[in-house]
């Protein structure tokens, strides 16, 4: 059974930094695109940031520059490391694979609030 368990969402000021964390298996990691998502209050989920199985790694364009996507394959954990934090980063932050769909099985993500 797939299991997606995301960490490291917190309330941050505009400007600050998280580090997210998402546990997942090692074949996820090792031969997937795996990819965080957001939902932000009121909106569909989308795809803020991906790494394939080689490590390449594509951002959606709010976030170049800021968010950086790696992972861990001993350590099992696909990371997420946010800078530069601005109130439209707010949302609930999300790990699968890439692409995912609604009927995927999803973890239950993990909140990130910035104030202006």
């Known amino acids: 059974q797939v299991q997606l368990v995301e960490s490291g969402g917190d309330s941050v000021q505009a400007g600050g930094s998280l580090r997210l964390s998402c546990a997942a298996s090692?074949?996820?990691?090792?031969?997937?695109?795996m990819a965080w998502y957001r939902q932000a209050p009121g909106k569909k989920r989308t795809w803020v940031a991906f790494?394939?199985?080689?490590?390449?790694?594509d951002y959606t364009e709010f976030v170049k520059g800021r968010f950086t996507i790696s992972k861990d394959i001993p350590k099992h954990t696909l990371y997420l490391q946010m800078n530069s934090l601005e109130p439209e980063d707010t949302g609930v932050y999300y790990c699968n694979i890439f692409p995912a769909s609604v009927a995927d099985t999803w973890g239950q993500g993990t909140q990130v609030t910035v104030a202006s």
């Open positions: 790494i394939t199985e080689d490590g390449y790694t």
């Open positions: 090692e074949s996820f990691l090792r031969y997937k695109t």
